[in-house]
């Protein structure tokens, strides 16, 4: 009896440990609403236009880097080796070199110009040439042909050199479509022009077209030109005068632009209009009284942009052969004045016209004395 009693016990203790429980728990999910779908992104392009801005840049600036810096390096190395004048054409990596010699000195020059090197991005000093083509001509005839197209206020002036007579005609109907004064003074050599000479007229004329007054030199083999345009059109001409062609052709190409030279002869022109730079009588020796005009002077010069010159001027009391040298014995003393005051010698330039240009009549004592004086202004390049 007792032995049941608890066995009975000890079953209902495993039945009471054997009972489960069961719980609940309650999720809450929560969804953020967007006010509009996002929309699908190809990013699987984005290597690829990677890689075609990378063609366009090499396309765009690379290539033309290195077609430049080839053909520099080839003309470089053909005048080293003793060949001047050829013409070097380059299209990619492509070399053709043209020009006047004997066709026995085409294996030579080809030699040379295949082993020029360039930089790349890729390593400097690479042999850049693939093909190069040689064309020299036997004719000994052939001459640098220099040639100056000046343009003024009042027209334009051609001197030089020019191959034929169908060139010269060529080149006066250019000037008389544009100017209404022209000076011919072009000589016809009738022999053949080294390459390069229509191309330097091309560019001469694209400056010119911009210019107020300026001028174009080609001049063995060298083109170089000057002139004074406004700021709006600095950028095209600096541009224009750049040549992938002919790179080693481009000499100096200065510019004056009217905006600051108007602006610098207007300051020069007040000071001198509001005061005047006094001299002892019959003298070039400078009134201790106009040094601080003298400061004023040098202060708005040190600004100015290029050259300027220095003008005397005198009444027509006296003669006049002395009046013009008394004229320029002055204005060589404004200049040496300025120069102690810390202005370039070499940019200062006096002249003296006497009594030739009066800016009032000299029949009064108020008009002579406006007619005893010194300008100041910027020098034109030409």
């Not at 010069?301 to 009391?317: F, M, Q, R």
């Not at 004229?327 to 330039?349: E, F, H, M, Y």
């Not at 003296?352 to 009032?360: I, M, N, T």
């Amino acid at each position: 009896m007792s032995g049941q009693t608890r066995a009975g016990v000890a079953s209902s203790d495993s039945s009471a440990h054997s009972t489960s429980r069961s719980y609940s728990r309650t999720v809450r999910r929560y969804y953020r609403k967007r006010d509009a779908p996002l929309g699908w992104w190809p990013w699987g392009i984005l290597p690829l236009l990677g890689l075609v801005g990378l063609f366009l840049y090499g396309l765009l600036k690379t290539a033309p880097d290195i077609q430049n810096e080839t053909q520099s390096s080839v003309q470089a190395n053909l005048v080293k080796a003793g060949y001047m004048g050829l013409g070097v054409y380059v299209d990619g990596q492509h070399i053709v070199v043209t020009g006047t010699g004997d066709e026995k000195d085409e294996a030579r020059v080809a030699s040379i110009a295949r082993g020029s090197t360039c930089d790349t991005w890729i390593a400097p000093d690479l042999v850049c040439p693939t093909r190069v083509g040689v064309d020299l001509s036997t004719d000994k005839a052939a001459v640098v042909h220099n040639f100056e197209f000046i343009r003024g206020a009042n027209g334009i002036v051609l001197r030089g050199d020019v191959p034929n007579e169908d060139i010269r005609k060529s080149i006066l109907a250019d000037a008389r479509a544009k100017f209404t004064d022209v000076t011919d003074s072009l000589r016809v050599t009738g022999l053949a022009a080294m390459p390069g000479y229509q191309w330097a007229a091309d560019k001469a004329w694209a400056v010119l077209a911009d210019v107020t007054s300026g001028g174009a030199r080609w001049s063995d083999g060298v083109l170089s030109a000057w002139g004074r345009t406004t700021r709006d059109l600095e950028a095209r001409l600096r541009s224009g005068f750049e040549s992938s062609e002919y790179p080693n052709r481009i000499g100096d190409f200065r510019l004056q632009i009217a905006e600051e030279v108007d602006a610098c002869n207007t300051q020069l022109a007040e000071l001198l209009g509001q005061s005047t730079i006094n001299f002892r009588t019959a003298s070039a020796v400078i009134s201790a009284n106009s040094q601080s005009l003298l400061d004023r002077i040098a202060d708005v010069a040190k600004g100015c942009p290029g050259d300027l010159i220095v003008e005397g001027h005198t009444d027509n009391v006296g003669d006049a052969a002395y009046n013009k040298n008394l004229s320029r014995q002055r204005a060589q003393a404004v200049v040496d004045a300025l120069t102690k005051l810390g202005i370039d010698p070499n940019r200062l330039t006096a002249s003296g016209f006497g009594e030739d240009r009066p800016r009032a009549s000299n029949n009064t004592p108020a008009g002579r004395a406006q007619n005893r004086r010194i300008e100041i202004k910027v020098a034109d390049l030409n």
